[in-house]
């Protein structure tokens, strides 16, 4: 079946090889704007079990069933095969690759001594990119804290978690930082503590309905303690290597751009709601210095208060933001129905709206407008500071196809709404499509795709093959040109 996609994905981007420019071009944006890709550790890499790496708190989640059964023991092989991958991605073109590092392959204590073999597994990897011309944007926590701390003390429950994060930023700062600019301390805040702590569908499993947790209160003590994570490493960086080694520390949410139901008042005020949980309750401290008064009302003393010590580290902490956009959710006002539907919130969405319509189950309507909307939110709202679109992608079921015209038809259309965007004055600074490679995904292990190259997960050498929007991204980025195709 592979072989026979191939005969067919050559015919058909020989075909539209030399179409006309459809709209716009990558000359279109500025110069060091970046185009790049990107993966997660344990999304990735596998050997889970290899050259000391010891379990994250994903592994148990894993391995106790809660990801369809699936697991990233071997994933992608990504530990062993990221010389063919990087080689994969300079022939494409890619400017640059984000991915995560694995705190406990770095440091399998979780504080303490490093894992040689880990760090040099991270140097080969990022020394590899940048001899291929491409620069590597490193996320030091991707949902995978060290097992060791969550039995030891909660992990995320606990303010210790501050002072062990903290310490393994600097070692990444002081190993990696003479070749590494772009650093995020960590990946989606808001729904790694929703997924986490609210319903229970993410690592560590955690919620009111679960064996153990309470949804009421637990994300906001984490939400708190990752604020005060980040802001520790971003204050280390700026006064002990940005001089030196003249780097950027930033933060990412997941953003789902909320619409309102109706142009009632009502719906109007819960999208509004939508944007000040799932957005300002992370970005409000970084930026203004608190969270948002809407989340101080309706969480009341669940929430935690920041200190006036807190406050100054805290805001004014990221030099950059990063968003991960998927799609476009409509909010409705439903007082007496207080949930978020889509698999994401139960409890603490008392404190926030009900959101009419689930999440997409097979494939991502292809609604631009969301990102563009998003990035201007962003400027408006928050000053225009600096931004990432850390991830945007579409979601398709995995089944060895590699014509993926659904994946071209979407990165076209939402690549075109940053342009829009940027013509309108966002200060975002780069795209990254997610992801590289058909890999182990969090909600359902490998039932779904979002790669820009298929991994034959029945080759014993886990071969990657080329789709359509591998080819297209890549035409993209050298030619500067956007491809036509007939439907």
Same mark, same amino acid.
């Given at each position: 079946?592979?072989?026979?996609?191939?005969?067919?994905?050559?015919?058909?981007?020989?075909?539209?090889?030399?179409?006309?420019?459809?709209?716009?071009?990558?000359?279109?944006?500025?110069?060091?704007?970046?185009?790049?890709?990107?993966?997660?550790?344990?999304?990735?890499?596998?050997?889970?079990?290899?050259?000391?790496?010891?379990?994250?708190?994903?592994?148990?989640?894993?391995?106790?069933?809660?990801?369809?059964?699936?697991?990233?023991?071997?994933?992608?092989?990504?530990?062993?095969?990221?010389?063919?991958?990087?080689?994969?991605?300079?022939?494409?073109?890619?400017?640059?690759?984000?991915?995560?590092?694995?705190?406990?392959?770095?440091?399998?204590?979780?504080?303490?001594?490093?894992?040689?073999?880990?760090?040099?597994?991270?140097?080969?990897?990022?020394?590899?990119?940048?001899?291929?011309?491409?620069?590597?944007?490193?996320?030091?926590?991707?949902?995978?804290?060290?097992?060791?701390?969550?039995?030891?003390?909660?992990?995320?429950?606990?303010?210790?978690?501050?002072?062990?994060?903290?310490?393994?930023?600097?070692?990444?700062?002081?190993?990696?930082?003479?070749?590494?600019?772009?650093?995020?301390?960590?990946?989606?805040?808001?729904?790694?503590?929703?997924?986490?702590?609210?319903?229970?569908?993410?690592?560590?499993?955690?919620?009111?309905?679960?064996?153990?947790?309470?949804?009421?209160?637990? #994300?906001? =003590? @984490?939400?708190? &303690?990752?604020?005060?994570?980040?802001? $520790?490493?971003?204050?280390?960086?700026? +006064?002990?290597? /940005?001089?030196?080694?003249?780097?950027?520390?930033?933060?990412?949410?997941?953003?789902?751009?909320?619409?309102?139901?109706?142009?009632?008042?009502?719906?109007?005020?819960?999208?509004?709601?939508?944007?000040?949980?799932?957005?300002?309750?992370?970005?409000?401290?970084?930026?203004?210095?608190?969270? #948002?008064? =809407? @989340?101080?009302? &309706?969480?009341?003393?669940?929430?935690? $208060?920041?200190?006036?010590?807190?406050? +100054?580290?805290? /805001?004014?902490?990221?030099?950059?933001?990063?968003?991960?956009?998927?799609?476009?959710?409509?909010?409705?006002?439903?007082?007496?129905?207080?949930?978020?539907?889509?698999?994401?919130?139960?409890?603490?969405?008392?404190?926030?709206?009900?959101?009419?319509?689930?999440?997409?189950?097979?494939?991502? #309507?292809?609604?631009?407008?969301?990102?563009?909307?998003?990035?201007?939110?962003?400027?408006?709202?928050?000053?225009?500071?600096?931004?990432?679109?850390?991830?945007?992608?579409?979601?398709?079921?995995?089944?060895?196809?590699?014509?993926?015209?659904?994946?071209?038809?979407?990165?076209?259309?939402?690549?075109?709404?940053?342009?829009?965007?940027?013509?309108?004055?966002?200060?975002?600074?780069?795209?990254?499509?997610?992801?590289?490679?058909?890999?182990?995904?969090?909600?359902?292990?490998?039932?779904?795709?979002?790669?820009?190259?298929?991994?034959?997960?029945?080759?014993?050498?886990?071969?990657?093959?080329?789709?359509?929007?591998?080819?297209?991204?890549?035409?993209?980025?050298?030619?500067?040109?956007?491809?036509?195709?007939?439907?």
């Amino acid at each position: 079946m592979v072989n026979a996609m191939i005969s067919t994905l050559f015919l058909v981007v020989v075909h539209f090889g030399g179409a006309a420019v459809e709209g716009y071009g990558r000359a279109d944006f500025p110069a060091d704007f970046v185009f790049g890709s990107g993966t997660a550790a344990y999304q990735y890499e596998g050997a889970a079990f290899e050259d000391g790496r010891t379990p994250s708190f994903w592994d148990t989640f894993a391995h106790s069933g809660g990801t369809e059964g699936a697991n990233g023991d071997v994933a992608c092989d990504g530990y062993h095969k990221y010389k063919e991958d990087v080689k994969l991605m300079s022939e494409m073109g890619l400017e640059a690759f984000r991915f995560s590092i694995s705190w406990s392959r770095l440091i399998p204590a979780g504080r303490g001594p490093l894992n040689p073999k880990g760090l040099q597994y991270y140097n080969n990897l990022i020394n590899q990119l940048i001899n291929n011309g491409i620069e590597p944007h490193v996320t030091l926590y991707h949902i995978d804290l060290p097992q060791i701390l969550e039995d030891e003390y909660g992990g995320w429950l606990s303010t210790k978690v501050v002072d062990d994060f903290r310490a393994y930023a600097e070692v990444c700062f002081r190993e990696f930082g003479d070749r590494v600019r772009h650093w995020t301390t960590v990946n989606e805040a808001n729904i790694f503590t929703m997924g986490g702590y609210v319903q229970g569908t993410s690592p560590p499993g955690r919620c009111s309905s679960c064996s153990k947790g309470n949804s009421s209160t637990e #994300p906001y =003590v @984490v939400g708190h &303690n990752i604020l005060l994570a980040h802001s $520790a490493a971003a204050r280390l960086y700026k +006064e002990k290597y /940005k001089a030196a080694q003249k780097g950027y520390v930033g933060f990412n949410i997941y953003v789902l751009w909320p619409v309102p139901y109706t142009d009632s008042r009502e719906d109007i005020a819960a999208a509004q709601r939508v944007k000040d949980f799932l957005i300002g309750w992370m970005i409000d401290p970084l930026v203004l210095g608190d969270y #948002p008064e =809407v @989340v101080k009302k &309706n969480v009341g003393a669940r929430l935690p $208060a920041f200190s006036a010590d807190e406050v +100054e580290r805290v /805001k004014g902490s990221s030099d950059f933001i990063g968003l991960n956009h998927y799609y476009t959710i409509l909010a409705k006002d439903n007082p007496s129905i207080l949930s978020l539907q889509g698999g994401l919130l139960t409890d603490m969405a008392a404190d926030m709206i009900y959101v009419q319509g689930d999440a997409p189950p097979d494939q991502y #309507p292809t609604t631009p407008s969301g990102l563009y909307h998003t990035l201007e939110y962003m400027k408006q709202a928050y000053g225009n500071p600096p931004v990432y679109i850390h991830e945007n992608g579409q979601k398709t079921r995995r089944n060895g196809t590699l014509l993926d015209t659904p994946r071209v038809e979407y990165l076209r259309a939402f690549i075109s709404s940053v342009l829009d965007a940027l013509r309108n004055g966002s200060n975002t600074k780069g795209y990254f499509e997610w992801t590289f490679l058909d890999c182990f995904e969090l909600l359902d292990g490998y039932n779904s795709s979002f790669g820009l190259y298929y991994v034959d997960l029945d080759d014993k050498d886990l071969k990657r093959y080329p789709k359509f929007s591998a080819h297209w991204y890549s035409h993209f980025i050298n030619t500067g040109n956007t491809l036509l195709f007939q439907k």
